[in-house]
């Protein structure tokens, strides 16, 4: 089985889009939307080389070389929740599911605890890492308290790259990523649909 992409994907996707982003914060839509946008001179988006590495919840690598298009579908560095780095080229190769998400997004905040027992289901199956919007690191660090999620890592989106990367205008979002680097990203929550959607993404 492959991800659901018949007309009720379609119409998570398009309600998603339409009815279901977070408003709030305009610095988070000023960042998607200057995506494009070159860094300021003499900004580094690479993380410090002496800051610690958070190693992310994985299933066990075949061993295998990842091929170029999976070390591209990941290739991305950033700072982590809490503390530490994360590259997201050491993912490659493995099942890897992002979670996009804001700490003052109503949608996050609800999906939150089914991301929690998403992990604790498929974690030994597949990387899932989250991926965190603008905000103050203790923001960040307060919705992963709240919500127990830091049991897998979360990457700081600083500058909206990583969300410019997948193509993702809203939070919360999902990108779904497989051993050869095929990419699919649905657009808002999943909810209770989130633990059908990963079984269907291990068994394509």
């Known amino acids: 089985m ?3 992409t018949g007309p009720y994907r379609a119409g998570i996707v398009a309600i998603a889009l339409l009815a279901m982003s977070c408003g709030g914060r305009t610095d988070v839509r000023t960042a998607v939307d200057d995506l494009t946008s070159e860094p300021a001179a003499g900004t580094s988006t690479q993380p410090p ?3 610690p590495t958070t190693a992310p919840t994985s299933a066990p690598s075949s061993g295998a070389e990842p091929a170029p298009e999976a070390l591209a579908a990941l290739d991305f560095q950033a700072r982590t929740v809490g503390g530490g780095t994360i590259d997201g080229t050491t993912l490659a190769g493995s099942r890897t599911v992002l979670w996009i998400w804001a700490p003052w997004c109503p949608q996050c905040n609800r999906e939150a605890p089914n991301v929690k027992a ?5 974690g ?3 990387t899932i890492v989250g ?7 203790a923001e960040h660090e307060a919705f992963v308290d709240r919500h127990d999620l830091d ?3 979360h990457a700081i989106d600083e500058d909206g790259s990583l969300w410019a990367k997948y193509g993702v205008g809203y939070q919360p979002a999902w990108v779904f990523i497989a051993e050869d680097g ?3 990203v649905v657009a808002g929550g999943l909810y209770d649909d989130l633990e059908p959607t990963l079984e269907d993404f291990l068994n394509p």
């Open 151 to 153: 049991v897998v890592p």
């Open 131 to 137: 991926i965190a919007g603008k905000d103050t690191d």
């Open 124 to 126: 030994d199956d597949l």
């Open 118 to 122: 998403a992990i604790e289901r498929f």
């Open 2 to 4: 492959g991800l659901r």
């Open 49 to 51: 080389t002496d800051a």
């Open 182 to 184: 095929t990419t699919r």
